[in-house]
């Protein structure tokens, strides 16, 4: 594709719910991120991929909070039994290295509101 | 801990100002340094990055000055104008760790 896509771009669950979000970053790139981004504040963040590597999950704020990627490609965030403060926009950046020197390309968001 | 400080958390600059946002990071193993710029409703974007090789990158209206000894960088924004008007993060990297550290944003404001 020409971007990064995620999807759902919006998604309201209940407390309690498990909801799963998706990102299906450039291809070719090697290197896949997962950022949490909360009303007004910075990017936290959550896990990182590079290649078959195994990920660096030390951002994931609980045991809730899990990600596969799939093939190299193809990654899935879930989150489960949500709660109110897990209410945020989930951002998926994808780059073509695992370095520096690699440009971190963005996807739009999905927007987890948690009623 | 915050690994790199960002200020000011928001700005509002009259049109043909200049814009300077600040960062300050701890971690002398940082060794790029991206400007990203996010427009409400989407995904940051790349800016613009520097090294610490060099104390100053400009690119068109937008310039990083960089102060290794001080461990600190900031953007400037030339004759701001009101499409620049967005939320700015600064980042660094570390080979060590492998991943990105942003700061917190500044919501800019550039008013016509």
């Known amino acids: 594709g020409a971007g990064v896509s995620q999807s759902p771009s919006n998604k309201v669950t209940e407390k309690g719910k498990d909801v799963e979000l998706r990102c299906d970053p450039i291809s070719g790139h090697t290197a896949l991120y997962w950022y949490r981004q909360s009303l007004g504040q910075g990017l936290e963040f959550l896990i990182y991929?590079?290649?078959?590597?195994?990920?660096?999950k030390s951002g994931l704020p609980s045991d809730r909070f899990s990600a596969e990627r799939t093939g190299g490609s193809v990654s899935t965030l879930t989150i489960q039994r949500t709660q109110q403060e897990d209410s945020a926009v989930y951002l998926c950046?994808?780059?073509?290295?695992?370095?520096?020197?690699?440009?971190?390309?963005f996807g739009e968001g999905s927007r987890l509101t948690v009623l | 801990q915050q690994q790199v400080k960002q200020s000011p958390q928001s700005l509002i600059v009259q049109k043909g100002g200049i814009s300077i946002i600040n960062c300050a990071y701890e971690?002398?193993?940082?060794?790029?340094f991206p400007w990203y710029q996010q427009f409400p409703g989407k995904g940051p974007a790349l800016l613009i990055a520097i090294r610490p090789d060099v104390s100053e990158k400009k690119e068109g209206r937008f310039t990083i000055s960089f102060n290794k000894s001080a461990k600190q960088f900031s953007l400037h924004i030339m004759d701001s104008q009101p499409g620049d008007s967005a939320t700015y993060f600064c980042a660094a990297w570390s080979g060590n760790f492998n991943k990105f550290y942003f700061g917190s944003g500044t919501k800019l404001n550039v008013k016509p």
């Open positions: 991929f590079q290649g078959n590597s195994a990920p660096d």
């Open positions: 950046a994808s780059s073509k290295t695992g370095q520096g020197t690699g440009e971190l390309f």
């Open positions: 971690n002398t193993a940082f060794d790029y």
